[in-house]
Each structure stands twice: as C-alpha cells, then as structure tokens.
C-alpha cells in the first residue's frame, strides 16, 4: 500500500528553527509537496521537490531523499503566523496525490 | 498556477437532502479531484474528475453518494446524497496540470447535516 508518515505535532519557539520530517512509500514518484493549511483554511502551496536535494524559498526549504523516501520542510526565523499545519504529499505514478495526515506545528512566544 | 472559485463556502442541510458543490477554474487544468477533510485529519480523495466520462473512485466512495460532474476542463461538481451527520466534514476540490509543480484548492465547502 501507499503511505506517508510525518509527526502528529510539534512545538517551536518564535524566532527558531524547525524540522519537520516526512517519510513515503508509494507506487511511484513524481514529485513531493508540501502544504500549509491553517485552521478552517484551504491548503496552500509551498515547496515542491523532484529531484535531490534542498530547495530555499526565502525562510522555507525543502529537503528531499528518493533513494530514502524521506524530506523535510525546515522553517526558519519563526514568527507566530507559522502557527498551522503542514501537510507532506507524494504525486504518485499516476499523478495523483497521496497526502500525509499533517504535523500540526504549534509556536510559543 | 489557477485560481479555484468553489461554492458554497458553507451549508447547514438536513438529513436526506443533497447538496451540490461546485468548482470552477480559471484555466482549462488536465486534473480535478474531490477530497474531505474531517476535523484535525488531513485529505482523502473521494475521487477524480474526469472530463467527459464517469468519475474515478476511490475504495469506500461510490457514484450513487457521490455522483461527479465535469463537462469541460474548467468546472465540476459533486453531489453529496441522501445525507446524514456522517457526512458532515469539509469538502474540497483541487485542481492540477500533469506538467505543473502545484496542486491549488478550491476554498473549501464546510457542510454540516443536522
């Protein structure tokens, strides 16, 4: 079968640092995303990853591991509106996404 | 990327009735999906929107509950019928190009079956 894990929740301090880590099996692979959805909100893009590597986008980057099936998404300089969940998804052979359950990411001031 | 305009943002229904749930993109995309959202959990594709032809389920979803429109490449619908307070949950369309990096949502319709 097809899955995806990533942890339930995390905290992190405002101004910090996070990791959240994503790991997958699937039938396939044709790309990862990751997602933030904040409460009662639709998901929104962040990152997308295809080949190895680590991909910046101003405090956001992703991290992505084929030959593991792992990624991550580390948020830098971390500000209260980081607040959400973050939600891992794996476009399989058939281009559909299989989505993880999401890491809801709580900040402390 | 595209801009997903789906309605109703909301609905309060009674048990037995359907609701219909609309999307319209717009820009033609290759892919549309239908997910829930239970509170707190993450996605669970109900099916594919095929444009033209009958829709693809996934296990646990059935056309006769869920009958799915698409009759071009910018709009669909999905019904959601007979309902019951199980089916209170937040639906969400999504759309997407095979060549394309993203996936964007509709806003969602949060429905509520008393």
């Known amino acids: 079968g097809q899955n995806i894990d990533q942890p339930t929740e995390m905290t992190a301090t405002e101004g910090a640092i996070v990791q959240i880590n994503c790991t997958y099996q699937t039938s396939g692979f044709n790309g990862l995303f990751w997602y933030q959805q904040h409460a009662g909100e639709a998901p929104t893009f962040l990152s997308y990853n295809v080949l190895d590597g680590l991909e910046e986008k101003g405090r956001f980057s992703s991290f992505l591991s084929r030959s593991k099936g792992y990624s991550y998404l580390l948020l830098k300089e971390l500000q209260m509106k980081d607040s959400a969940s973050y939600l891992c998804?794996?476009?399989?052979?058939?281009?559909?996404?299989?989505w993880g359950a999401g890491t809801k990411l709580i900040i402390k001031p | 990327s595209a801009v997903i305009s789906q309605k109703p943002s909301r609905d309060i229904c009674q048990r037995g009735t359907s609701l219909t749930i609309q999307c319209q993109v717009d820009?033609?995309?290759?892919?549309m999906f239908w997910y829930r959202q239970q509170p707190g959990q993450s996605l669970t594709l109900i099916a594919t929107?095929?444009?033209?032809?009958?829709?693809?389920?996934e296990s646990g979803f059935v056309i006769d509950k869920f009958p799915i429109s698409r009759p071009n490449l910018t709009f669909s619908t999905l019904t959601v019928s007979n309902m019951s307070p199980e089916d209170s949950s937040i639906y969400l369309c999504?759309?997407?190009?095979?060549?394309?990096?993203?996936?964007?949502f509709g806003q969602g319709t949060r429905l509520t079956v008393v």
């Open positions: 929107a095929n444009q033209g032809s009958e829709a693809t389920y």
């Open positions: 999504s759309g997407g190009r095979t060549e394309s990096t993203e996936a964007f």
């Open positions: 820009s033609q995309v290759t892919m």
């Open positions: 998804a794996v476009r399989d052979s058939n281009y559909q996404l299989i």
